[in-house]
């Protein structure tokens, strides 16, 4: 089993930066490829960025590509989004997601989510 826990999400003005961490546990994560999804009031659940586990690339939604920046230390077990120049539609609950298989932007080829961490951006 792989656990994964959110947290840097909050309160922010359009405008702003945040940076989200995904801190995994159990199973080592290691050679799990990584993501995050967003979920807004009312809408589907999308994709967000995604890395695979050598790090040696990163993919983006086009809503958000240019100002997101997904990254993973291994070492830490820990994945990050840091979010930048943020404005009221990123405003969401975003989720990290992990699997061994590579899924890029399937949520349905994820096996294993955080609960979430809220991100709402004020304008």
């Known amino acids: 089993q792989v656990q994964l826990v959110e947290s840097g999400g909050g309160l922010v003005q359009a405008g702003g930066s945040l940076r989200l961490s995904c801190a995994t546990s159990?199973?080592?994560?290691?050679?799990?490829?990584m993501g995050w999804f967003r979920q807004a009031p009312g809408k589907e659940r999308e994709f967000v960025a995604s890395i695979p586990w050598s790090g040696s690339a990163t993919y983006y939604s086009d809503s958000v590509k240019g100002r997101f920046t997904i990254s993973r230390d291994s070492a830490k077990n820990t994945v990050y989004l840091q979010m930048n120049s943020l404005t009221s539609g990123d405003t969401a609950i975003y989720y990290c997601?992990?699997?061994?298989?590579?899924?890029?932007?399937?949520?349905?080829?994820?096996?294993?989510w955080g609960q979430g961490t809220q991100v709402t951006v004020s304008s």
């Open positions: 159990g199973r080592t994560t290691a050679h799990y490829h």
């Open positions: 997601v992990a699997d061994a298989n590579w899924s890029g932007t399937v949520a349905a080829g994820y096996d294993y």
